[in-house]
């Protein structure tokens, strides 16, 4: 009898899991990615971006400066999932990822609904 192994699990490299964000110091370099709930560009809020993702152990907020936006502008609107790189900032009991390299990664997001193949022994 042929038992299927576990489900490959189409994860980002190098990304910290949403739950995680709390181990590294504030201003540590990392990557977090994953499906865009919100995308903010309040009128007071002087061309910054709000965006808010989840991976499948909670929420991050990122906070996209205007010159980030300009550079990273078509994923920044389009991305159904994004992969951010950036700097850990806290305040006020608010962990945010400051981005400084964004990246578009809906296509991996195909790959979740394709058929898994069998493994066989």
């Avoid at 061309?47 to 936006?69: A, C, H, P, Q």
Wanted: proline fraction near 9%; include cysteine; charge should be positive.
């Amino acid at each position: 009898m042929n038992i299927p192994g576990p489900p490959t699990w189409h994860r980002p490299p190098a990304c910290l899991p949403h739950n995680q964000l709390d181990l590294p110091p504030g201003g540590a370099r990392i990557a977090v990615a994953g499906l865009v709930l919100v995308r903010q560009r309040p009128g007071t809020a002087k061309g910054v971006i709000f965006i808010t993702l989840e991976d499948e152990t909670g929420i991050s907020n990122v906070i996209v400066w205007r010159k980030m936006y300009e550079r990273y502008r078509r994923a920044v609107i389009s991305g159904r999932a994004l992969k951010v790189t950036g700097r850990v900032q806290r305040e006020g009991g608010v962990t945010h990822v400051i981005a400084e390299q964004i990246e578009d990664i809906s296509p991996m997001l195909d790959d979740l609904v394709r058929p898994t193949k069998l493994h066989t022994a």
